[in-house]
């Protein structure tokens, strides 16, 4: 079960996340109460370990800047979280080497899932970072092959259930672990991270046997 802690907005969060075995963290550049600066995130990932996939989070923002700020702040992923097309996701993961693509639960582009230039499919509901919950049935809705990451409205509280009744790949969380925005809580990280592993189908792999080698973008 792949496990991604979004909305980090300081170095201490971030290596919390990890400490607490988190596979992934995000930080978001699009418009937000969790919004970071990419010389900030900079300081952050420099200090992180390698086998972490570090993701910056866009909107509807141009090929090229995605491109660049992710580069610029030492990222290793990039997630799309707006209206970007087949052809742009494309242009990213030309040049980026890990792109996640977001998707609204029960929408065309979620059906067409697909077609997008990356196996990465985040499933968000149609109210991106406000907690809300979606019918998770709607998963089934995306074509086979993509590897879907759950995501609206997960905490602790429900990542168990969403796990066995979805059955992603992974899942993403942002407010359900926080104290206030852009604030992780501890607790609440730990026990998301240990919920969602424990009704995950099969045990936890450790990095090196997960289905990508973060660490190996050369």
Known sequence: MF???????????????VAMG???????????????AVQHVYDITRRLPPEILTVGVFRDELPE??????NRAGLRAAQLHGHETP???AQVAAQIRWVIKCVVAGSADARGADRYATDLIHVETDRP????????SLLGEVPEGPRVI??????PD?????????QPWGVDAV?????????????KVKAFIERARAAAPVPHRGPDEMPYDWADDE
């Open 65 to 70: 800047r995605v491109i660049d700020m992710t």
């Open 158 to 166: 429900n990542v168990s259930e969403a796990v066995r009744v979805a």
């Open 175 to 187: 407010s359900g672990v926080e104290k206030s925005p852009g604030r992780k809580d501890p607790l």
């Open 87 to 89: 052809e742009q996701v």
């Open 150 to 155: 759950l995501a609206g409205g997960l905490s």
């Open 3 to 17: 496990v991604k802690i979004c909305g980090i907005t300081s170095e201490d969060d971030a290596l919390l996340a």
């Open 129 to 136: 970072g406000t907690g809300s919950v979606f019918d998770w």
């Open 22 to 36: 988190a596979d992934a963290v995000g930080f978001i550049f699009a418009p937000s109460p969790r919004q970071v």
